[in-house]
């Protein structure tokens, strides 16, 4: 039978990091307000021996007030984002964004010297850090754990707080809010916003991708997540399961580091603390899987965008106070994996970037346009409930472990891609991703690469669009083309140029032509039409203006 977690005690535990929100959130029975109640005897403080506790070691969140019988509401950790920021002194609280029904949604920035904007943050050498949760509204474990790691974080004498020295941390504790308050995955409109990172149609995405992960670049984010796990009959005997960027079209090293660095960094602290993790998502008596490779969720995305992403997925069997616990261990690890490894982790991200913008510039290589998980040369051992004696855990040794993304179907990467002056829908859903769009000024004949159409299959689409477009590549052609005034041209030379080249190449599963911003331009009447994408295979200058 799966067990419940250990009790909350020790350093990581959740009663130790507890914060209580001074006047604006309830307090205990019986305890005046803000105030929390004494010390057991021999409870770590996170405060070296003989140090005052600061002012934020008194504030807790109302799921702790509760026992954690109840998570804390959107307006309760406002309330209390702004009781930590009138206290400490390494902290900038500001809004990225509003949700479609309106609620803000906040990000708070722990440095030590402050910076105010993305530019100061990287011209100071330190690895940023971006920690995020709630992209579902009924995930509420890690957002509650975001909520008392920022204590420590916020805290003078603390071990994260003396990491401010050595590491920039953003904090985006609710991306879903709206989803919170209904108790649900989806926002108000019924959307996954965890299938939205291509699309963007959702404001708190739109805004997360374009005020947050893009503008300000972190070299790692996570994206928190839990109870994913019931799906596939529980992760018992794990209490975390993480995954890092997990598709061919993104830089292999990435997800390297992930594998071979980061995840390593965190299992030694859980299992420090008595807990244990392994990779999202399932096994079995023959072979471990991972998650799936499309880029429309978060993890993917930010592999595609040339940051270390990774997922976490808290397992639903630790309930909701050791779920939390198990949280803050891990958030605890990747900060701790980004101080101890800061060299590592900026150059493998900075070079990738790099790698990015210079296979764009130059037009070599190749994108995958379809590919499969095949076994990671790397064997495995792991344990999963037995399937026929109840109760009892399967060691499974050296199994396969399908994580290894490879591509199967390929197009040549082009210098820049053109788009109709038509295409204004698509220029916006670029323009969301920070993706740099220029326009011609006036007519010009160039030799372009055109695809023409072959079959095309509608099949069922997904978070609110009614169908989706499949379109297969009848006929790749070079061309002479007068390209008209105010065509819109789409460099891949650019950090996001892998972001670019999934979006615009027309056979990939998330492609704008997939998601039907293009579907107005398509030839479907004329048979071997061109497509209204066209590339530019050489480097060349022409009469441009970034709009």
């Known amino acids: 039978m799966p067990r419940r977690t250990r009790p909350l005690a020790g350093a990581a535990g959740v009663g130790l990091l507890a914060l209580a929100v001074l006047g604006a959130l309830a307090p205990v029975q019986g305890q005046a307000p803000g105030l929390a109640p004494a010390q057991a005897p021999g409870q770590a403080t996170g405060f070296a021996p003989g140090q005052a506790p600061h002012a934020l070691a008194d504030l807790r969140t109302p799921a702790e007030h509760s026992g954690f019988a109840r998570h804390t509401s959107h307006d309760e950790m406002m309330a209390y984002l702004a009781e930590l920021r009138a206290v400490a002194s390494d902290v900038r609280l500001a809004s990225y964004g509003t949700t479609w029904e309106g609620r803000d949604l906040p990000h708070i920035l722990f440095s030590r010297p402050q910076v105010s904007t993305p530019a100061e ?59 919170l308050e209904a108790g649900i995955r989806f926002n108000g409109r019924g959307a996954d916003l965890n299938r939205d990172y291509m699309t963007l149609d959702q404001p708190s995405m739109a805004a997360y991708v374009g005020q947050v992960i893009n503008l300000w670049e972190p070299h790692l984010f996570v994206d928190g997540h839990d109870g994913g796990d019931v799906q596939y009959g529980g992760a018992y005997p794990y209490h975390m399961l993480y995954q890092g960027p997990g598709l061919a079209g993104a830089d292999p090293t990435l997800a390297a580091l992930a594998d071979d660095h980061v995840f390593p960094h965190l299992n030694r602290g859980l299992e420090q603390a008595g807990y244990r993790g392994f990779y999202w998502s399932r096994g079995d008596a023959d072979r471990w899987y991972v998650g799936g490779s499309a880029p429309r969720m978060g993890r993917n995305y930010g592999g595609l965008a040339n940051k270390l992403s990774i997922l976490f997925e808290v397992a639903a069997w630790s309930e909701f106070a050791g779920g939390v616990d198990v949280a803050l261990v891990g958030l605890r690890g990747i900060l701790t994996f980004a101080r101890d490894e800061s060299a590592r982790l900026v150059t493998t991200v900075s070079e990738a970037r790099r790698e990015t913008v210079a296979l764009g510039a130059e037009a070599r290589g190749r994108i995958p346009v379809e590919e499969r998980m095949e076994a990671d040369p790397v064997r495995v051992s792991y344990e999963v409930a037995h399937p026929e004696r109840e109760g009892e855990l399967l060691r499974v040794e050296g199994a396969e472990i399908l994580k290894a993304p490879v591509g199967t179907r390929f197009r040549d990467r082009p210098y820049a891609y053109v788009l109709p002056p038509e295409a204004d829908e698509v220029v916006a859903l670029l323009r969301r991703h920070r993706i740099v769009v220029e326009q011609l000024d006036r007519p010009v004949e160039v030799p372009v690469q055109v695809y023409t159409m072959g079959a095309v299959r509608w099949t069922e689409g997904a978070n609110l669009q009614r169908v989706a477009l499949g379109i297969e590549v009848a006929e790749v052609r070079e061309v002479m083309r007068t390209l008209p005034r105010g065509s819109w041209v789409v460099p891949t030379g650019q950090t996001l140029g892998r972001v670019v080249a999934h979006l615009l190449e027309p056979e990939t599963g998330d492609s704008v032509y997939h998601w039907g911003k293009l579907t107005h331009l398509l030839p479907l009447a004329e048979e071997g039409g061109e497509l209204p994408v066209v590339k530019l295979m050489t480097p060349r200058g022409l009469p441009l203006t970034v709009r």
């Open 121 to 179: 943050a990287h011209a100071t050498g330190k690895p940023v850090v971006v920690l995020g949760a709630n992209a579902h509204g009924f995930n509420h474990v890690v957002r509650e754990a975001l909520l008392i790691l920022m204590r420590e974080l916020g805290t003078p004498g603390t071990e994260l707080n003396d990491l401010l020295d050595q590491v920039i941390v953003m904090v985006v504790p609710s991306k879903n809010p709206d989803g």
